[in-house]
């Protein structure tokens, strides 16, 4: 199964409260970074057989906006393992049953410092790699392999050149 983990794009300035900043939206930098993977993702003929979000609105929003532009009809499933108190198990079991489904690709929206711990937990069993993940950012994470390989990461301003340089020519 390939998993590709998405930090949710640009929510502007986190709110000291927390029922507030869990309602905290995109702003406009965050819709076009949404954008802007997404077509990086269509580029790379990226495979999505489902689509996870943290429960938080920023998270939602970014999951259902790639999920569209990719053309990807089903449901955005909403999973609290992805939410900012989230567990690296509850992860690895949410993960377990989209691989008893079947799913050979699947597209998880969450947050900082979690996914940051949970692909260091992935890639190296004791949580030892420290891989920065920007906003918008999505890595790809093979996991046919023990321990999980990292095949990529690309964040919106490498998505932004890329994207460029292939449509020059």
């Known amino acids: 199964m390939n998993l590709y983990l998405m930090r949710h794009a640009n929510a ?3 709110r000291g409260n927390a029922e507030l900043d869990a309602k905290r939206a995109l702003v406009k930098e965050g819709k076009e970074q949404c954008m802007l993977m997404a077509q990086a993702l269509g580029a790379m003929k990226v495979s999505i057989d489902a689509v996870v ?6 998270a939602s929003q970014t999951a259902q906006l790639v999920a569209t532009e990719l053309g990807f009809d089903n449901r ?5 393992a ?3 108190d989230g ?3 509850a992860f690895q079991q949410m993960l377990g049953n989209y691989a ?4 050979e690709g699947i597209l998880v929206v ?5 996914l940051f711990h949970f692909l260091g937990r992935m890639i190296t069993s004791n949580g030892g790699a420290a891989i920065r993940i920007r906003k918008g950012s999505v890595v790809r994470v093979d996991l046919e392999h023990h321990p999980p390989i990292l095949r990529w990461l690309i964040d919106p ?8 340089n292939t449509r020059r020519k």
């Open 12 to 14: 502007g300035i986190a």
């Open 100 to 103: 008893t489904r079947g799913c």
């Open 82 to 84: 992805l939410a900012p």
């Open 53 to 58: 979000s943290s429960p938080l609105k920023r």
């Open 76 to 80: 955005v499933d909403i999973n609290p």
């Open 87 to 89: 567990t690296y198990a």
């Open 157 to 164: 301003r490498m998505a932004r050149l890329l994207l460029s």
């Open 110 to 114: 969450g947050h900082n410092p979690n």
